[in-house]
C-alpha cells in the first residue's frame, strides 16, 4: 500500500504505508497521518481456517509472522526466517548443515510417542512440511494457530498447532517486476578446543599405550618403531618425547576441515500484474549452497504461479501452481564429526603430516588398536557420497460465487505430488570397503519414493449484518482428503572396480531390498459461526467430524467441538468516556475452549498383519508356513484427543504505540496412541493403544512497540517470550516410567524418562562426583590400596587413585550401584525472540537476537571425544588436566600414593585416568556430560539503504535498495560445544537437547540486493 501525496510545492511523492508514523509538515499546510501506524494495524486480517478476520475480531490465539518481518532475513528457507519470531512456536535445527532437518513445535507439542509436527496450510490446503518447500520470497504471511477456537475447525492432526501460510498473489494496477538477491560467505563461528600441542599429544598416548598394555603400537607410531625391549625404553620415553616433538608442528583437523568458506546465493524473481478483473502472478526462486565440509550444498529451484480472476459479477475464480527442485548432497547432518576431532594431530615417525591428511590412514591405526574407529575424514567425505532429491508439484484451482446476496459457495481442490530419490555409494577408500573388502567391498544403496495426495474442499458462507450492530458470519463445509505413497530401495554391494557406480549395478549383489506401498484418507464436516455484537462481544463456535482410515470401522469419526468468547472492553462507553482510554485505547478480554485430534500413526495398526515363513517337515525345509506377526492389531484403537483451554489479553496503549498480547494456555491430551507391549501369553509382543496422558501449561507474551518516531527516525521493537512447562498425567498399565534410550556407547548414550507427574525431557544417568584421589585410601605394607571408611564404593571391583567417581544411590548412601538417577532436563524454562529496527531516511538497521534459557545439553559429542582408544585426539580440557598414573622416571604405573600426589598436586580437580576401568567407565550416561544450554544469540544484524526516488526516476526504478546482513553473529553461553541450538536426535518433545557430532553452525557475512521495476 502508498500513500500519494500532493502539494503543490513538491513534486509528487509516494510513501510506503507502513513508513508514516506522524504528520508531514511543509509551511503551513499539514498532511495528516490518517494511518497512524496505522491502516495496517485497523486493516490487518488474519487467515484462520476456511478463511480470514480482521485482528480486532479475533477470538483465537494466533502469533503473525509478515512478509516484511520473513524478507528482513535472507535464509534458504522459511523455517530459518520464522525461528525466534512467534511466540509459542520452537524451531530447532539439527545442525549447520545444508538442508538440515529441524523440530517444529508449538506449545510444546502434543504426543510423547508420535509426531509433534504442526498441520501445515498453504492457501488453504495441507502440505507437509510447508516451511521447507515454499520459498521465504513467495510467502505473504504466517498465522500460527495454537487456540482450540482456530485449530478446531481443522480436526485432525490440529492438536499439534496449525501453521497457515498465504503466498504472494498479483495487484491491481501496473505491472511490477522484483528482482531480490544475496550472496553469502559461510565461516566456521567456533572451533571446539581439542589438544593442540604435539608433545603434551604424544606424552598423553604414552600413558595410554602403557596403561592400556599396547607399548609396542605407540612405539610404532611415535618412536621409530623402537622396541620395548630396548635399554631405557620406558625410563627415556618422556626425554625422547621432549627431544623428536618439542617444536613439531600439529595438523589442525578443524582447520583442514571447515576452516574454509562456503558460498550460498540466491535469486528471486517476481512480476506481478493484473487489472480490475484479472491478476496474475509468477516467481521463480534459485539457492544454493556449499556446506564448510566438501561435498556438502543444497540447490534449490523452485518456479510458482498464480492467477485470480472474476469471470463475472460474484463468479470468481483462481489457480496456483508451483513446482520445487531440491538436492541436498552429504544429508542433512554428519554423524562423522566427531571424527575430525579424534583425528590424530601428528603422524610420529610413522607418517609425515602430508601423508596423515591425505591418505586413508584407518587400516593402519586400527591394526595397531582394534578400538581406533576414526576414518580419515577428508578422504572419507569424497569417498563416500550421498544425494536426495526432492521434486515436489503442487496445483490448486477454486471457484467460487456469491449468491441470495449473503451467502458465498466455493468449491476448491488441490492436487500435490512428491517424488524423492536417495542415493549413496561408497568406493575402495571408503571405510566400509577397507572394513570388509570381500563381503561388502564398494557398496551403495537406492530409494525412491513417490507420494501424491488430492483434497477437495467444499464451503457455503453466510455474512449478514443485522441493524448497525449484529453481524453473523456462518460456515459450513466438508473435505475429502487422500494420500498414497509407495517407495522401494535396494542395497548393494560387492561392485567391481572399476566400475560406473550407480549407473550401472548390473554387476553389483544387492544384498537387501525392500517395497512398501501405503495410502490413507480423510473424510470430513465442519462448521463455524462467528457473532459480534457491536464490535464489543465476539463469539465463535466450530465443530468438526474427521472419519480417518487409519482406524477400523467403528473407531474411525472423532468430533472436535470449540467454543470462544472475546468482550472489547475499550469499546464500552464506560471506557471510551473515561481518561484510560487516553492511554489504553485498546482493551480485549478472550477465552476458548475446544477439542481436536490426532491421528499420527502408521496406516492399518487396527490389522494383524500375516508373515510367510518357512516350516520343516521331516527336517525338510521349503514347506511355506503363514503365521500371525508379533504386533497385534488393535480394532479398537481411535484418536488421541487434545482439550484446550486458552485465557488471552490484548492491551493497546498510547494510540497503539505500545501493543501487548499475553496468553495463559492449558492443554491435556488423553488416549495417547502408544506402542504397549504385551504379556508374553498373549502371543504377540506389542500392540497400540490408547492409553496415557500428558499436559502442557503456559504463558505467551507479545509486545511491540513504537520507542521513537519522527519524520526521519523510527525505532520499533518486537519481543515475544513463551513459558511452556509438561507434566505426564499417566502412562501404560499403571507403569510410572517409560524410558527412550538416545546414541550408543561410543557414540554417547542417555537415557530419557517420560515419568508420571513429572516433566518431559528428563535425563537419567550418573551422578559424577570426580575421581579417587590420594586421600581416600589407606596404603597398607605390600602395597595394597585399603577404600577408607566413608568413601563410598564403586559397582564392582576395588577403585584406584583416577578412577570416576559416581555418586552412592543405594539405602546404606556408601555405594553406586548403576540405579539410574535425573542428571538434566532438556527443554526450556522460556524461549523468545527480540528484535529491534531503526530507520533514518534512506538507511535500516535491523537487530534480531533469540534466547533460551533453562534447557540443559546432553553433550554426547564429549562423551565420545572421552579417550577409549589410542591414536585419536582429546579435548584440552581432558589432555591437560587427566589424572597421572605413569612416573617419568620410570616410564611405568605407579601405585604408591605418596608419588601419585606428587604427580597429580591438584588431584582434586582433575579428570580421570586413562586405566582401562575409565575406558569402560566413560561409556556411562553421567551428569559430567551435561551442561546448561541457555543462550542469547545475536542471529542478525542488517543494514541497509535505500536510494531516494530522484535517483530512481533517472534509472528508470520504483525502489532499489542494498543491504549488508551478518548472521549468527555473537552466541552468550556457557555451553562448551560447537553450538546450544541442538537437536540430533528425531523425537524432540521426548529426547530434547541431544547434542551427538552435530554439524556445526556458521557465520556468515551477506551482501544483498532488492529492486523493483
Same mark, same amino acid.
Given at each position: 500500500m502508498s500513500?500519494?501525496?500532493k ?5 509528487r511523492i509516494v ?9 508531514f509538515?511543509?509551511g503551513?499546510k499539514?498532511?495528516n497521518d490518517?494511518?497512524?501506524n ?11 481456517g476456511?478463511?480470514?478476520v ?5 477470538t483465537g490465539s ?16 522459511a523455517l530459518q526466517?520464522?525461528?525466534?519470531r512467534?511466540?509459542? #512456536?520452537n524451531?530447532?535445527?539439527? &545442525?549447520g548443515?545444508p !538442508? @538440515? $532437518?529441524?523440530?517444529?513445535?508449538? *506449545?510444546? %507439542?502434543s ?10 496450510i ?7 512440511n510447508?516451511?521447507?518447500?515454499i ?15 482456530a485449530?478446531a475447525?481443522y480436526?485432525?492432526r ?13 495487484k491491481k494496477g501496473?505491472?511490477v517486476i ?9 565461516m566456521l563461528s ?9 608433545e603434551?599429544?604424544v606424552?598423553y ?20 618403531? #623402537?622396541?620395548?625391549?630396548?635399554? &631405557?625404553?620406558?625410563s !627415556? @620415553? $618422556?626425554?625422547?618425547?621432549?627431544n *623428536?616433538? %618439542?617444536?613439531?608442528?600439529?595438523l589442525?583437523?578443524?582447520?583442514k576441515m571447515?576452516g ?5 546465493q540466491?535469486?528471486?524473481?517476481n ?8 491478476q496474475?502472478f509468477?516467481?521463480y526462486n ?6 564448510l565440509?566438501q561435498?556438502?550444498s543444497?540447490?534449490?529451484?523452485s518456479?510458482r504461479?498464480?492467477i485470480?480472476?472474476?469471470l ?12 520445487t527442485?531440491?538436492?541436498?548432497n552429504?544429508?542433512?547432518a554428519y ?17 609425515t ?8 590412514t ?5 591394526a595397531?588398536?582394534?578400538g581406533?574407529?576414526?576414518?580419515n575424514?577428508?578422504i ?13 508439484f503442487v ?10 446476496k ?12 512428491t517424488?524423492s530419490?536417495s542415493t549413496?555409494?561408497?568406493?575402495r577408500?571408503s ?5 570388509d ?13 513417490e507420494?501424491?495426495?488430492y483434497?477437495i474442499?467444499?464451503t457455503?458462507n453466510y455474512?449478514k449484518?443485522?441493524g448497525?450492530k ?12 487422500y494420500?498414497?505413497?509407495e ?8 561392485f ?6 550407480l549407473?550401472?549395478?548390473?554387476n ?6 525392500n517395497t ?13 459461526a462467528n457473532?459480534?455484537y457491536d464490535n464489543r462481544y465476539l463469539i ?6 474427521d472419519?480417518s ?7 474411525r469419526w472423532g ?5 470462544a468468547g ?7 462507553n464506560?471506557?471510551?468516556?473515561h481518561k484510560?482510554?487516553?492511554?489504553v485505547?485498546?482493551f480485549?478480554l478472550r477465552i ?18 500375516v ?10 525345509q521349503?514347506?511355506p508356513?503363514?503365521?500371525?506377526s508379533?504386533?497385534?492389531g ?11 483451554t486458552n ?6 496503549f498510547?494510540n497503539n504505540r505500545i501493543?501487548l498480547?499475553?496468553e495463559?494456555y492449558?492443554n491435556?491430551?488423553?488416549k495417547m496412541?502408544?506402542?504397549?507391549v504385551?504379556?508374553v ?7 497400540y493403544?490408547n ?8 504463558m ?5 512497540t513504537v520507542?521513537l518516531?519522527s519524520e526521519?527516525f523510527?525505532w520499533t521493537t ?5 513459558f ?6 499417566s502412562?501404560?498399565n499403571?507403569?510410572?516410567?517409560k524410558t ?5 556407547s561410543?557414540?554417547g548414550?542417555?537415557t530419557?524418562?517420560?515419568?508420571v507427574?513429572e ?5 537419567y544417568g550418573?551422578?559424577y ?8 585410601f589407606?596404603q597398607n605394607?605390600d ?7 566413608g ?15 559416581f555418586?552412592a ?5 556408601d555405594?553406586?550401584?548403576r540405579k539410574?538417577?535425573?542428571?538434566g532436563n532438556?527443554?526450556p524454562?522460556?524461549?523468545?525472540g527480540?528484535?529491534?529496527?531503526f530507520?533514518y531516511?534512506?538507511?535500516?538497521l ?6 533460551s534459557v533453562g534447557?540443559?545439553?546432553y553433550?554426547?559429542?564429549k562423551?565420545?571425544l ?8 582429546v579435548p584440552s580440557?581432558?589432555?591437560n588436566?587427566y589424572?597421572h598414573l605413569?612416573d ?19 588431584e ?7 586405566s582401562n576401568?575409565?575406558t569402560?567407565n ?6 559430567y556430560y551435561?551442561?546448561?544450554?541457555s543462550y542469547l544469540?545475536i542471529a542478525q544484524?542488517t ?8 535517483f ?7 525502489n532499489?535498495?542494498?543491504y549488508?546482513t ?7 553461553t556457557?555451553?562448551?560445544g560447537y553450538?546450544p541450538?541442538?537437536s540430533?536426535a ?5 529426547t530434547?537437547?541431544?547434542d ?7 557465520r ?5 540486493l532488492?529492486l523493483?521495476?
Open positions: 500513500l500519494i501525496v502539494h503543490k510545492n513538491i513534486k510513501f510506503p504505508a507502513f513508513m508514516l508514523s506522524t504528520s509538515v511543509w503551513q499539514t498532511v490518517t494511518v497512524k496505522g491502516t495496517k494495524d485497523i486493516e490487518e486480517v488474519v487467515v484462520i476456511y478463511g480470514k480482521k485482528k480486532s475480531d479475533l494466533v502469533s503473525s509472522v509478515s512478509a516484511k518481518d520473513l524478507a528482513a532475513t535472507p535464509a534458504m528457507n526466517a520464522l525461528q525466534g512467534a511466540a509459542g #512456536l524451531i530447532v535445527t539439527a &545442525g548443515a !538442508g @538440515a $532437518n529441524a523440530n517444529v513445535t508449538i *506449545r510444546g %507439542g504426543s510423547i510417542t508420535q509426531s509433534s509436527d504442526p498441520l501445515y498453504v492457501d488453504g490446503f495441507q502440505l507437509d510447508a516451511l521447507n518447500v520459498h521465504p520470497n513467495d510467502i505473504e504471511s504466517i498465522d500460527v494457530l495454537k487456540g482450540a477456537s485449530i475447525i480436526g485432525a490440529g492438536s499439534n498447532g496449525i501453521i497457515v501460510i498465504k503466498t504472494k498473489s498479483g501496473r505491472t522484483t528482482y531480490n538477491t544475496f550472496m553469502s560467505f559461510d567456533k572451533k571446539l578446543d581439542m589438544l593442540s600441542n604435539p603434551q599429544y606424552k598416548q604414552y600413558e595410554l599405550g602403557v596403561l592400556q598394555s599396547k607399548p609396542s603400537a605407540w612405539s610404532n607410531v611415535f618412536d621409530n618403531n #623402537l622396541g620395548t625391549d630396548s635399554p &631405557g625404553f620406558y !627415556g @620415553a $618422556n626425554q625422547r618425547i621432549a *623428536r616433538y %618439542g617444536s613439531a608442528s600439529a589442525d583437523w578443524q582447520e571447515l574454509g568458506t562456503g558460498l550460498t540466491n535469486h528471486n524473481v512480476v506481478s500484474v493484473g487489472n480490475d478483473k484479472t496474475a509468477i516467481s534459485y539457492n544454493k549452497q556449499d556446506g565440509l561435498n556438502f543444497e540447490t534449490r529451484n518456479l504461479a498464480n485470480n480472476s472474476e463475472y459479477k460474484g463468479v470468481r475464480v483462481d489457480f496456483n501452481a508451483m513446482f527442485n531440491n538436492s541436498v552429504g544429508g542433512g554423524s562423522g564429526m566427531k571424527k575430525i576431532l579424534l583425528q590424530p594431530i601428528t603422524g610420529g615417525t610413522l607418517f603430516q602430508d601423508r596423515l591428511f591425505n591418505t586413508q584407518f587400516p593402519d591405526f586400527s595397531l588398536d582394534s581406533f574407529d576414526t576414518e575424514p577428508y572419507e567425505t569424497q569417498a563416500s557420497t550421498s544425494n536426495k532429491r526432492t521434486r515436489t496445483a490448486n484451482a477454486g471457484v467460487e460465487f456469491d449468491f441470495l449473503n451467502f458465498t459457495w466455493r468449491t476448491a481442490g488441490q492436487y500435490s505430488w517424488n530419490k549413496s555409494f561408497s568406493d577408500n571405510r566400509a570397503f577397507l572394513t573388502p570381500i563381503n561388502t567391498g564398494i557398496n551403495g544403496s537406492i530409494a525412491n519414493a507420494t501424491f495426495r483434497q474442499t467444499n457455503l455474512n449484518t443485522f448497525e449484529h453481524k453473523v458470519n456462518a460456515l459450513i463445509g466438508n473435505e475429502i482428503w494420500e498414497e505413497s517407495g522401494s530401495s535396494m542395497k548393494l554391494t560387492k567391481p572396480y572399476p566400475n560406473f557406480g549407473d550401472d549395478i548390473a553389483a549383489t544387492v544384498a537387501d531390498k512398501d506401498r501405503s495410502s490413507n484418507s480423510l473424510l470430513s464436516y465442519f462448521a463455524r457473532y459480534n465463535t463456535g466450530t465443530i468438526r467430524a472419519g482410515s487409519k482406524f477400523a470401522e467403528g473407531s468430533y472436535f467441538p470449540s467454543v472475546a468482550w472489547r472492553v475499550s469499546q464500552e464506560f471506557w471510551q468516556d484510560i482510554n487516553k492511554i485505547n485498546d480485549k476458548e475452549y475446544g477439542v481436536t485430534g490426532n491421528n499420527g500413526v502408521a496406516n492399518n495398526l487396527w490389522r494383524t498383519n508373515l510367510l515363513t518357512d516350516y520343516p517337515i521331516n527336517n525338510t521349503g514347506y508356513a503363514y503365521v500371525t508379533t504386533n497385534w488393535n480394532r479398537d484403537l481411535q484418536w488421541e484427543e487434545l482439550k484446550t485465557i488471552g489479553v490484548d492491551l493497546a498510547f501493543k498480547t499475553s495463559w492449558n491435556n491430551v488423553s496412541l502408544f506402542e504397549s504385551l504379556p501369553s498373549s502371543g504377540y509382543s506389542r500392540q493403544q492409553i496415557g496422558s500428558m499436559r502442557n501449561r503456559g505467551e507474551f507479545t509486545l511491540n520507542n518516531k526521519n523510527r518486537d519481543l515475544n517470550i513463551s511452556n512447562k509438561s507434566k505426564v498425567l502412562l501404560e499403571g507403569q510410572l516410567n527412550f534410550s538416545v546414541g550408543g561410543r557414540t548414550m542417555v530419557y524418562y517420560a515419568t507427574g516433566e518431559l525431557g528428563d535425563m550418573y551422578i562426583q570426580g575421581v579417587y584421589t590420594t586421600d581416600d589407606t605394607p602395597g595394597s590400596l585399603t577404600l577408607n571408611p568413601v563410598v564404593k564403586p559397582a564392582t571391583g576395588t577403585p584406584k587413585p583416577g578412577d570416576m567417581k555418586a544411590d543405594n539405602e546404606a548412601g555405594q553406586f550401584t539410574m538417577r535425573k542428571i532438556g527443554t524454562d522460556f524461549i523468545g527480540i528484535s529491534n529496527n530507520s531516511k534512506g538507511f535500516d535491523a537487530v534480531f537476537m533469540k534466547f534447557n540443559d545439553i553433550n554426547a559429542t562423551q565420545s572421552s579417550p577409549y582408544a589410542m591414536f585419536q585426539n580440557e581432558f589432555g588436566n589424572y605413569i617419568p622416571n620410570t616410564g611405568q604405573a605407579t601405585t604408591n600414593l605418596v608419588r601419585l600426589k606428587e604427580l597429580n598436586p591438584n582434586g580437580s582433575s579428570l580421570w585416568s586413562l576401568t575409565n569402560s566413560i561409556a556411562y550416561p553421567s551428569s551435561v551442561e546448561d544450554g544469540r544484524v543494514l541497509g539503504y535505500s536510494f531516494p526516488k530522484e530512481l526516476n533517472k534509472v528508470m526504478l520504483t532499489a535498495r542494498i549488508f551478518v548472521n549468527n553473529l555473537a552466541t552468550i556457557g555451553y562448551s553450538d541450538e541442538v540430533a528425531s523425537g524432540v518433545t521426548v530434547p537437547g541431544y551427538s557430532s552435530t554439524y556445526p553452525r556458521s556468515s557475512y551477506v551482501l544483498g532488492n523493483t521495476f
